[in-house]
């Protein structure tokens, strides 16, 4: 390994990690590296996940998750067009199965216009048919802003344009231990010592272990759950047009287990969730 010093070093390749980079790349004068654990980037949650790109429907209007939703929806939509990435704006079915859901139905209804997303409209039993025909239920929202991409492309694009801009991106190169210096830090990685003034830290699942190694005692600990997604058989894939989620059950706040249908034919149902 060369002696170079770099003025910020990011530790994980994945999605955020690449996104983070690309950012503060930008800034002139900045030398960075970014530094993945595996072989290739986006190889953990980046690249195995629903791929929908989100409308922005559940979060409080007002907050930043609407906000920023909102806006990441129509960039990364902007930039798979500019980087001639493959994606669909397939649209959402947010299917109500009785009558007890209708309430939340009616509470999504009005955040979506809060969140000024037009064109989302209140469906009844045939209504939901003409939009997915081997669907059934009560009353659904359709939401057309909702679409599906392959993010470990979004992510291998954005690393692209990275190195385009003069940043240094290095895979095979898992951090083993951090010595912290009066103006630097030295990371150890598997592929050789790396030199740096700043260290960011998305290394996704093992930010805690990371954070660890650079001395900090964070209060909490990542505990992984596994997504598990089931695929229909080829002769029932057409069973599903685009997407179709359940109204979010409370119970349960970070699990919308769904229908959809991807990109080479294929349809799946999840994500469950394992520890």
């Not at 659904?140 to 954005?158: E, M, S, Y």
Request: hydrophobic share 35%; net charge positive; charged share 30%.
């Amino acid at each position: 390994m060369n002696d170079r010093r770099y003025d910020l070093a990011i530790i994980g390749g994945g999605i955020v990690g690449v996104a983070t980079a690309s950012s503060l790349v930008a800034r002139p004068g900045l030398s960075v590296i970014l530094l993945e654990a595996e072989p290739e980037l986006a190889r953990h949650q980046s690249g195995h996940n629903s791929g929908v790109i989100h409308a922005g429907l559940y979060y409080r209007p007002g907050s930043f998750k609407a906000r920023l939703c909102t806006q990441g929806r129509d960039e990364l939509y902007r930039f798979c067009r500019e980087q001639e990435i493959p994606h669909r704006r397939c649209g959402k079915l947010v299917l109500a199965t009785d009558e007890n859901e209708l309430p939340a139905l009616e509470e999504l209804e009005s955040r979506a216009r809060d969140n000024g997303l037009d064109g989302v409209v209140r469906l009844d039993a045939e209504g939901i048919r003409e939009r997915e025909p081997n669907a059934d239920g009560v009353a659904a929202l359709w939401v057309p802003q909702t679409g599906v991409v392959d993010f470990a492309r979004v992510t291998r694009a954005l690393a692209r344009q990275l190195e385009s801009a003069g940043a240094e991106v290095r895979t095979d190169s898992r951090v083993v231990g951090i010595r912290r210096h009066p103006r630097e830090l030295t990371l150890e990685t598997a592929s050789g010592a790396v030199r740096c003034s700043y260290l960011v830290n998305c290394a996704g699942l093992q930010s805690d272990r990371i954070a660890r190694l650079s001395g900090f005692r964070p209060d909490v600990r990542l505990v992984p759950f596994r997504g598990e997604y089931y695929q229909l058989v080829p002769e029932r894939r057409e069973l599903v047009r685009g997407l179709i989620y359940p109204v979010p059950d409370p119970r349960f706040p970070s699990l919308h287990p769904h229908h959809r249908r991807r990109g080479r034919g294929r349809t799946q149902r999840g994500p469950g969730a394992a520890p």
